[in-house]
C-alpha cells in the first residue's frame, strides 16, 4: 500500500456528463427531454412542424392551508383503540380507527401542470439530418435539421440566475423564421390573450379532485418574442413572426403563493433577462450549473467507448433491456439522476422536489393520490443522491418544508395524541399538511415526519457545520424527540415502549382472528424512526453541549424500544408479531430502512438480522404479482448494497433504468399499481438509482469510510470523482480488474478530522490527510 499526502491524481480531470441524443421528435411526454431552474421546469418535444414545451411550476398548487384536518374523535378514541389492538381485537380496533384517526383534508390540494408553450413552424418540404439532444453538462436542449437546403436550430434552458426559459431558434439562411406563438390551456382554467409580442396566460390552479375547486394559487405567465429582423405581428390571442433572422422566446411564470406578486415577479424577470440578452442569459446558466454538475463524474469501463455508444438513446435503453451491456448508459444514468436534482431543486427554490421533481404530467394530480409530497418513502428518495454526490445545497428547500412542518405538526401532536413537540403523517402539501392521510392503510403513517427530518441529520454529518445543527437540525430534532418521549406507550408483554396505532406503511396483514389488518402497536417501522430520532437528538445536545437533562429521559426510553424480530420464514418482522402479510407482493418494505438510509441493521454489525433482511426481499420479489415499481427497484438497489452484494444490486438498478425507466430515461410508477391506470412519472427512481451507485462504489458512517464495498463484478474497471463522505470529504477511486487501483481523499470541512480510517475489503487503512488536508491510497499490482 503506498501512501502520499500531497498527490491530487486523477480528479482534477472533468469528464463529460453525458448526452441523451435521439434522431426523431417527441410524440409524448415520455419522449420529451427535461429542464428546469429549481422552480420552473419544461418538457421539450423538438416538433419540426410545432416545438411544444410542457410547463410546470413548483407552486403551482390547488387547495390552500387549514387548520382543521384533525378528525376531532381522534383524541378521545386513541386510548381505547390501543387497548383494542393489545387485547387483540383487530376487527374492531381497525372499525374504530377508520372512523376516528384519518384525517379530513378539507383542501389539501396538488401542484398541477401549467399550460403548454407551443411554436407552429412555416415550413415546407420533409427535413433530413434530425436531430435532438439533451446535454447534460450544459443543461441544453438542442434539435437542429435541415429543411430546403436550410439548416434550423434551437436551443431551450431553464435558467436558475435568470428564473425563466429561453428559447433560442436561429437558421443558415436570412429571413427564414416563421412561426406563430401560442399559449395552449390545459386543466387550469384561465384566460390566453396576446400583445406586444407577448402571449400571456391568466388563471388559477384550481380543481374538485383534491381541493374544494374555489382555492388555489392565482398563476401568470407570459411568453415573449424578442425577433431579429422580419415583421412580428399579433394574430387573436397569439404571436406571429414572418421572416426574421432569428429569435429569442422568454418563458416567465409567477404564483401568488405566500403572498408573492405573480405580475411584479413575472415582470422584473422578463425586463432582465431582455435587458441582458440571450447570450448572457445562456452564459450565466451553464456557468451555474457546471459549478453543481461537474463536481462528479463516472466512468464504467475504460477502453475505447462501446459500440453501443455511438446509437441513439432510446436505441441503447432497448438494447439494455434485451440483455446487452452499455455501461456507458449506467454511468449516464448515473449523471442523468443528478441533472434532475439540479434542475428540480435548488438552494433558492420555494419548494422541494414533489412526486414528480419539477415535471408534471398531469397524471399524479389527477390520481387518487397527488403530486404532492409523500413523505413514507418517495420525498426522502427524491434527496437520497444530494449529499453522496455532491449537490448538499439542492436539499435547502427540503430543510425549509421540514421546519414548516415541524411548526404546523405542533397541533397535530397535541390535538391527536395530548403529546408534546410535533408529528407529521404521511402526505404534507405547500403549506405545511401534517394530520393523517385520508385513506386505511397509508393514512396513519405516524413516523412520516420523523422520517423526513433524517434529511437534516444526513446533511450535517456530511458536513458537520455545527452553526447549521444549533440553530435548523436540532430545534427540529429535539421537538421531534419530546414527541415520543410523550407518545410511545408500553405494550404489557414485554413492557416495551411502542408506537401506535398506526400503519406499517402501505401495507396490510393478516391478523389472528382472520381480520385484514392495518392498524397495528409496535410496527417495525415506527421503531426504526424513534430509535434514530432519539439517538440523533441524543447526540447532537452533546455536541451542542445543551439539554443534558432531556438526555437521561432519552436513554431511559431507548433502552425500553422493542428489539428486531425475526419471523416464521426467515424473514424480518414488520410488524411486532409475527403477522402473515395480507398482500405479500406488495411494493412497501418500510422496516428495512433499518437497512438504509438507517444503518441500524448490517451485515457486519447483525449478520442474523442482515439475513433475515435478504429474506424480506427475496420473499417479495418472488411472490405472484409483485409490484414492480421505480423507487422498489431503487430501494432493491440501495439494499443490496448495504449487504455488500453488488451483483444483486445491479441487477436492481439495470432493472431500474430499463423495466421502470422511459426511452427519456425518466423513472415511472407503472400502470396497474396503486390504482394507476397508465405509467406516470416519478422522481425517485432517478434519484434513487443514482443514490444506488453511489452507494455500491463508497459507504461511510462518519467513522469509516469503505472503498468498493458492493463493486458488482460485471464492472471490473472503472472510475469515478467527487462522491462525497460523512465526516467532510470527497473521494476520487480508480480499479481495474475488480481491485482498488488508487484513491484519492481530502477534506472539503473545516470540521473534518484530518485523520481518517478506510476500510478496503478486510483491511483498515489509519490515514493521515496531513497539514493539506488530502492523500492518495495507491495499491500495488
Same mark, same amino acid.
Given at each position: 500500500?503506498?501512501?502520499?499526502?500531497?498527490?491530487?491524481?486523477?480528479?482534477?480531470?472533468?469528464?463529460?456528463?453525458?448526452?441523451?441524443?435521439?434522431?426523431?421528435?417527441?410524440?409524448?411526454?415520455?419522449?420529451?427531454?427535461?429542464?428546469?431552474?429549481?422552480?420552473?421546469?419544461?418538457?421539450?418535444?423538438?416538433?419540426? %412542424?410545432? &416545438?411544444? /414545451?410542457?410547463?410546470?411550476?413548483?407552486?403551482?398548487?390547488?387547495?390552500?392551508?387549514?387548520?382543521?384536518?384533525?378528525?376531532?374523535?381522534?383524541?378521545?378514541?386513541?386510548?381505547?383503540?390501543?387497548?383494542?389492538?393489545?387485547?387483540?381485537?383487530?376487527?374492531?380496533?381497525?372499525?374504530?380507527?377508520?372512523?376516528? #384517526?384519518?384525517?379530513? +383534508?378539507?383542501?389539501?390540494?396538488?401542484?398541477?401542470?401549467?399550460?403548454?408553450?407551443?411554436?407552429?413552424?412555416?415550413?415546407?418540404?420533409?427535413?433530413?439530418?434530425?436531430?435532438?439532444?439533451?446535454?447534460?453538462?450544459?443543461?441544453?436542449?438542442?434539435?437542429?435539421?435541415?429543411?430546403? @437546403?436550410?439548416?434550423?436550430?434551437?436551443?431551450? /434552458?431553464?435558467?436558475?440566475?435568470?428564473?425563466?426559459?429561453?428559447?433560442?431558434?436561429?437558421?443558415?439562411?436570412?429571413?427564414?423564421?416563421?412561426?406563430?406563438?401560442?399559449?395552449?390551456?390545459?386543466? *387550469?382554467?384561465?384566460?390566453?390573450?396576446?400583445?406586444?409580442?407577448?402571449?400571456?396566460?391568466?388563471?388559477?390552479?384550481?380543481?374538485?379532485?383534491?381541493?374544494?375547486?374555489?382555492?388555489?394559487?392565482?398563476?401568470?405567465?407570459?411568453?415573449?418574442? *424578442?425577433?431579429?429582423?422580419?415583421?412580428?405581428?399579433?394574430?387573436?390571442?397569439?404571436?406571429?413572426?414572418?421572416?426574421?433572422?432569428?429569435?429569442? /422566446?422568454?418563458?416567465? $411564470?409567477?404564483?401568488?403563493?405566500? @403572498?408573492?406578486?405573480?405580475?411584479?415577479?413575472?415582470?422584473?424577470?422578463?425586463?432582465?433577462?431582455?435587458?441582458?440578452?440571450?447570450?448572457?442569459?445562456?452564459?450565466?446558466?451553464?456557468?451555474?450549473?457546471?459549478?453543481?454538475?461537474?463536481?462528479?463524474?463516472?466512468?464504467?469501463?475504460?477502453?475505447?467507448?462501446?459500440?453501443?455508444?455511438?446509437?441513439?438513446?432510446?436505441?441503447?435503453?432497448?438494447?439494455?433491456?434485451?440483455?446487452?451491456?452499455?455501461?456507458?448508459?449506467?454511468?449516464?444514468?448515473?449523471?442523468?439522476?443528478?441533472?434532475?436534482?439540479?434542475?428540480?431543486?435548488?438552494?433558492?427554490?420555494?419548494?422541494?422536489?414533489?412526486?414528480?421533481?419539477?415535471?408534471?404530467?398531469?397524471?399524479?394530480?389527477?390520481? =387518487?393520490?397527488?403530486?404532492?409530497?409523500?413523505?413514507?418513502?418517495?420525498? !426522502? !428518495?427524491?434527496?437520497?443522491?444530494?449529499?453522496?454526490?455532491?449537490?448538499?445545497?439542492?436539499?435547502?428547500?427540503?430543510?425549509?418544508?421540514?421546519?414548516?412542518?415541524?411548526?404546523?405538526?405542533?397541533?397535530?401532536?397535541? &390535538?391527536?395524541?395530548?403529546?408534546?413537540?410535533?408529528?407529521?403523517?404521511?402526505?404534507?402539501?405547500?403549506?405545511?399538511?401534517?394530520?393523517?392521510?385520508?385513506?386505511?392503510?397509508?393514512?396513519?403513517?405516524?413516523?412520516?415526519?420523523?422520517?423526513?427530518?433524517?434529511?437534516?441529520?444526513?446533511?450535517? &454529518?456530511?458536513?458537520?457545520?455545527?452553526?447549521?445543527?444549533?440553530?435548523?437540525?436540532? +430545534?427540529?430534532?429535539?421537538?421531534?424527540?419530546?414527541?415520543?418521549?410523550?407518545?410511545?406507550?408500553?405494550?404489557?408483554?414485554?413492557?416495551?415502549?411502542?408506537?401506535? +396505532? =398506526?400503519?406499517?406503511?402501505?401495507?396490510?396483514?393478516?391478523?389472528?382472528?382472520?381480520?385484514?389488518?392495518?392498524?397495528?402497536?409496535?410496527?417495525?417501522?415506527?421503531?426504526?424512526?424513534?430509535?434514530?430520532?432519539?439517538?440523533?437528538?441524543?447526540?447532537?445536545?452533546?455536541?451542542? %453541549?445543551? %439539554?443534558?437533562?432531556?438526555?437521561?429521559?432519552?436513554?431511559? $426510553?431507548?433502552?425500553?424500544?422493542?428489539?428486531?424480530?425475526?419471523?416464521?420464514?426467515?424473514?424480518?418482522?414488520?410488524?411486532?408479531?409475527?403477522?402473515?402479510?395480507?398482500?405479500?407482493?406488495?411494493?412497501?418494505?418500510?422496516?428495512?430502512?433499518?437497512?438504509?438510509?438507517?444503518?441500524?441493521?448490517?451485515?457486519?454489525?447483525?449478520?442474523?438480522?442482515?439475513?433475515?433482511?435478504?429474506?424480506?426481499?427475496?420473499?417479495?420479489?418472488?411472490?405472484?404479482?409483485?409490484?414492480?415499481?421505480?423507487?422498489?427497484?431503487?430501494?432493491?438497489?440501495?439494499?443490496?448494497?448495504?449487504?455488500?452484494?453488488?451483483?444483486?444490486?445491479?441487477?436492481?438498478?439495470?432493472?431500474?433504468?430499463?423495466?421502470? =425507466?422511459?426511452?427519456?430515461?425518466?423513472?415511472?410508477?407503472?400502470?396497474?399499481?396503486?390504482?394507476?391506470?397508465?405509467? *406516470?412519472?416519478?422522481?425517485?427512481?432517478?434519484?434513487?438509482?443514482?443514490?444506488?451507485?453511489?452507494?455500491?462504489?463508497? !459507504?461511510?458512517?462518519?467513522?469509516? *469510510?469503505?472503498?468498493?464495498?458492493?463493486?458488482?463484478?460485471?464492472? +471490473?474497471?472503472?472510475?469515478?470523482?467527487?462522491?462525497?463522505?460523512?465526516?467532510?470529504?470527497?473521494?476520487?477511486?480508480?480499479?481495474?480488474?475488480?481491485?482498488?487501483?488508487?484513491?484519492?481523499?481530502?477534506?472539503?470541512?473545516?470540521?473534518?478530522?484530518?485523520?481518517?480510517?478506510?476500510? #478496503?475489503?478486510?483491511?483498515?487503512? &489509519?490515514?493521515?490527510?496531513?497539514?493539506?488536508?488530502?492523500?492518495?491510497?495507491?495499491?500495488?499490482?
Amino acid at each position: 500500500m503506498l501512501i502520499s499526502s500531497s498527490s491530487r491524481d486523477f480528479d482534477d480531470r472533468v469528464e463529460p456528463a453525458g448526452v441523451l441524443r435521439y434522431t426523431s421528435p417527441a410524440t409524448r411526454w415520455f419522449e420529451a427531454l427535461p429542464i428546469g431552474n429549481g422552480r420552473l421546469s419544461g418538457m421539450v418535444y423538438g416538433g419540426t %412542424d410545432a &416545438e411544444t /414545451i410542457g410547463l410546470s411550476e413548483s407552486t403551482a398548487w390547488s387547495g390552500a392551508p387549514s387548520e382543521n384536518d384533525v378528525n376531532p374523535a381522534a383524541r378521545e378514541n386513541l386510548a381505547r383503540i390501543r387497548e383494542l389492538l393489545f387485547a387483540g381485537d383487530y376487527a374492531a380496533a381497525q372499525e374504530l380507527s377508520r372512523e376516528s #384517526l384519518l384525517g379530513r +383534508p378539507r383542501s389539501f390540494g396538488t401542484n398541477l401542470p401549467l399550460p403548454e408553450v407551443v411554436l407552429r413552424f412555416e415550413n415546407h418540404g420533409s427535413e433530413t439530418g434530425y436531430e435532438r439532444t439533451l446535454d447534460l453538462d450544459t443543461a441544453t436542449v438542442k434539435t437542429d435539421y435541415v429543411r430546403d @437546403g436550410i439548416r434550423f436550430q434551437r436551443e431551450a /434552458i431553464a435558467s436558475n440566475p435568470h428564473g425563466l426559459i429561453a428559447v433560442r431558434l436561429t437558421a443558415s439562411a436570412p429571413a427564414c423564421l416563421s412561426f406563430d406563438l401560442a399559449v395552449r390551456s390545459g386543466v *387550469i382554467p384561465g384566460r390566453i390573450s396576446a400583445a406586444d409580442a407577448t402571449v400571456t396566460f391568466d388563471g388559477h390552479a384550481y380543481e374538485t379532485m383534491h381541493s374544494n375547486g374555489r382555492e388555489g394559487v392565482a398563476v401568470l405567465i407570459r411568453a415573449r418574442v *424578442i425577433a431579429e429582423g422580419g415583421k412580428v405581428e399579433t394574430v387573436g390571442d397569439g404571436v406571429r413572426v414572418k421572416g426574421a433572422d432569428a429569435a429569442t /422566446i422568454f418563458i416567465a $411564470v409567477g404564483t401568488d403563493w405566500m @403572498g408573492a406578486d405573480p405580475s411584479s415577479t413575472v415582470s422584473q424577470l422578463l425586463d432582465r433577462a431582455i435587458g441582458d440578452g440571450y447570450d448572457a442569459v445562456r452564459s450565466a446558466h451553464v456557468d451555474d450549473h457546471r459549478e453543481l454538475m461537474r463536481r462528479s463524474s463516472l466512468r464504467l469501463g475504460l477502453e475505447a467507448p462501446a459500440a453501443a455508444a455511438t446509437l441513439p438513446t432510446d436505441e441503447r435503453h432497448r438494447l439494455l433491456a434485451d440483455g446487452g451491456i452499455d455501461d456507458e448508459l449506467v454511468a449516464l444514468y448515473y449523471q442523468y439522476g443528478r441533472y434532475l436534482t439540479i434542475a428540480g431543486s435548488r438552494k433558492n427554490s420555494p419548494l422541494p422536489l414533489a412526486l414528480q421533481g419539477q415535471w408534471n404530467d398531469g397524471l399524479a394530480s389527477s390520481a =387518487s393520490w397527488t403530486n404532492d409530497f409523500h413523505l413514507d418513502m418517495n420525498t !426522502q !428518495q427524491n434527496y437520497w443522491a444530494a449529499e453522496p454526490t455532491g449537490l448538499g445545497e439542492c436539499q435547502e428547500p427540503l430543510f425549509s418544508l421540514i421546519e414548516l412542518i415541524a411548526r404546523t405538526g405542533r397541533g397535530t401532536a397535541s &390535538e391527536m395524541y395530548r403529546a408534546q413537540g410535533w408529528v407529521a403523517h404521511t402526505v404534507t402539501n405547500a403549506w405545511g399538511y401534517t394530520a393523517p392521510g385520508s385513506g386505511e392503510g397509508w393514512g396513519l403513517n405516524v413516523t412520516g415526519g420523523a422520517w423526513i427530518a433524517l434529511q437534516l441529520w444526513e446533511h450535517f &454529518e456530511y458536513n458537520r457545520d455545527l452553526d447549521f445543527l444549533r440553530h435548523r437540525a436540532y +430545534p427540529v430534532f429535539r421537538e421531534a424527540a419530546l414527541f415520543f418521549l410523550t407518545y410511545l406507550v408500553a405494550e404489557p408483554q414485554h413492557g416495551w415502549l411502542v408506537a401506535g +396505532p =398506526s400503519d406499517s406503511p402501505e401495507n396490510w396483514y393478516t391478523a389472528p382472528d382472520g381480520t385484514r389488518s392495518s392498524v397495528a402497536m409496535g410496527n417495525t417501522v415506527d421503531r426504526v424512526f424513534a430509535e434514530a430520532i432519539l439517538r440523533i437528538c441524543r447526540e447532537a445536545s452533546e455536541l451542542l %453541549d445543551v %439539554d443534558r437533562d432531556l438526555r437521561a429521559q432519552i436513554d431511559a $426510553v431507548r433502552d425500553l424500544l422493542p428489539p428486531f424480530q425475526i419471523g416464521r420464514h426467515g424473514q424480518l418482522q414488520e410488524w411486532l408479531h409475527d403477522y402473515e402479510e395480507a398482500d405479500p407482493a406488495h411494493r412497501h418494505t418500510s422496516h428495512l430502512c433499518a437497512l438504509y438510509p438507517e444503518r441500524q441493521i448490517g451485515p457486519r454489525t447483525t449478520p442474523e438480522l442482515a439475513r433475515a433482511a435478504a429474506v424480506t426481499i427475496e420473499r417479495r420479489r418472488a411472490a405472484p404479482g409483485w409490484e414492480q415499481t421505480e423507487w422498489v427497484e431503487a430501494n432493491f438497489t440501495v439494499y443490496y448494497a448495504r449487504l455488500l452484494d453488488g451483483d444483486r444490486a445491479l441487477e436492481h438498478l439495470t432493472s431500474l433504468i430499463t423495466d421502470a =425507466s422511459e426511452t427519456n430515461l425518466m423513472s415511472f410508477s407503472a400502470g396497474g399499481v396503486a390504482g394507476a391506470a397508465q405509467n *406516470i412519472y416519478s422522481f425517485d427512481g432517478n434519484a434513487g438509482g443514482t443514490a444506488g451507485i453511489a452507494e455500491m462504489l463508497v !459507504q461511510s458512517d462518519g467513522k469509516t *469510510i469503505e472503498l468498493l464495498p458492493a463493486l458488482p463484478t460485471a464492472w +471490473p474497471d472503472g472510475e469515478v470523482s467527487g462522491l462525497r463522505a460523512k465526516g467532510g470529504y470527497e473521494l476520487a477511486i480508480r480499479w481495474r480488474r475488480g481491485r482498488l487501483e488508487s484513491a484519492h481523499i481530502r477534506t472539503i470541512s473545516a470540521a473534518a478530522r484530518p485523520r481518517v480510517t478506510v476500510r #478496503l475489503a478486510d483491511e483498515f487503512i &489509519e490515514l493521515d490527510l496531513g497539514t493539506v488536508g488530502e492523500a492518495t491510497i495507491g495499491v500495488e499490482a
